[in-house]
């Protein structure tokens, strides 16, 4: 039946699937287009990154002997992922035991460094170093900090042992000796305290050995003040009270800097982050000795002890103030160098520790 109706209601349906077919070939070329171009920009992503895949060999430091080959390694991968890789064939050092160089008595390498930033290519060496068994930082500081704080105000009460029955449990009546132990009590309770709520620190451990270094100096030298400080014969300063308040000033002083510097390199560091900064003055008055030195901390401590030693008059609490400022004065030395290394616009101006001098 030729019906011209039926004839235009065809017509109409077959140009509809026309329509249709090629709005969908339209849609799969523009797909088509899009996949290759995303093709081509990770090929020249891959292009631009230099991506391979290399042979890391290990070398023992110490006896020069190769340990393993790390088979196809990604060369934008960093040194922790290799460590990781490492611990799997040697369980027992564990990625913060591990140290790896490129030489074997060379400096350790960054975690965060990857072997396309060193120019390690096809076939590399590295060199192992086993640290020994770690522990955490803050472990260290409880186990430092804590002895001395204890150690102290047991000669202050005089236990019976330490003096004789006739004065145990008899404090001092010098009211420098109440005082002395205060400041002392007071310290060390602000650093466990720091160690909890303050620092953060870059490196999660380091050698267990540490603790018992660290801790027979301070534990020795808070015992050995205490000692003279607390004991029976001891006399008070030779110009009283004014020799007394100038050092109990000094140190209260020096604490309050050093406290304030703490929490101003707690705000330069997110947690959770090895991010460093340049140390800046905050609104904290405190902070202004950043304009002068690069370690702060360190120089507000040592204050703190010279003051203690000029209030206590003694010969140990002098030597205790010139040991521990001739560590911290290499610790800042160090830390100095590597800001000015790190930075091409660190302050030249900036002392390591003591302002104008060091």
């Not at 290759?36 to 290990?58: G, M």
């Not at 490129?102 to 390690?120: C, F, I, M, Q, V």
């Not at 150690?151 to 004065?167: A, D, H, Q, T, V």
Request: aromatic content about 14%; overall charge positive; charged content about 20%.
């Amino acid at each position: 039946m030729d019906c011209p109706v039926v004839r235009k209601f065809l017509s109409l349906g077959g140009d509809c699937a026309e329509e249709q077919e090629k709005k969908g070939l339209e849609k799969s070329v523009k797909k088509m287009n899009e996949i290759l171009s995303k093709s081509s920009c990770h090929k020249q992503a891959n292009k631009n990154s230099h991506f391979s895949l290399v042979e890391v060999e290990i070398i023992n430091a110490k006896t020069k002997q190769k340990m393993c080959t790390l088979e196809r390694v990604g060369n934008t991968v960093g040194i922790s992922v290799l460590k990781e890789l490492f611990q799997k064939k040697y369980p027992q050092f564990y990625t913060s035991r591990q140290s790896f160089r490129l030489e074997p008595r060379g400096k350790s390498l960054k975690d965060n460094d990857t072997l396309a930033d060193l120019n390690l290519t096809n076939e590399c060496i590295l060199y192992f170093k086993d640290l020994g068994p770690q522990v955490g930082w803050s472990t260290v500081f409880y186990c430092e900090y804590a002895g001395p704080l204890l150690l102290y105000l047991l000669f202050y009460i005089r236990l019976p042992f330490i003096y004789g029955s006739e004065y145990a449990f008899k404090p001092s009546e010098h009211q420098v000796v109440q005082i002395a132990a205060l400041c002392h009590t007071i310290h060390y309770a602000k650093r466990l305290l720091e160690t909890k709520f303050v620092h953060r620190f870059s490196h999660g451990t380091m050698p267990i050995a540490n603790i018992f270094r660290n801790s027979v100096y301070y534990w020795g030298f808070a015992a050995w003040m205490s000692y003279f400080i607390n004991h029976p014969l001891y006399t008070p300063p030779c110009y009283g009270d004014t020799q007394i308040y100038t050092g109990l000033a000094i140190f209260i002083f020096c604490e309050l800097g050093n406290l304030s510097i703490h929490l101003a390199f707690k705000s330069l560091r997110p947690a959770g982050s090895t991010k460093r900064q340049i140390p800046k003055p905050t609104m904290n008055p405190f902070t202004l000795m950043f304009n002068l030195v690069s370690c702060p901390n360190y120089t507000y401590e040592a204050g703190s002890w010279i003051g203690f030693a000029l209030m206590t008059q003694t010969v140990v609490g002098l030597l205790f103030a010139i040991v521990g400022f001739m560590q911290m004065a290499q610790w800042a030395l160090g830390k100095h160098r590597n800001y000015r290394k790190e930075f091409p616009d660190y302050p030249r101006t900036r002392k390591a520790i003591v302002p104008f001098i060091l």
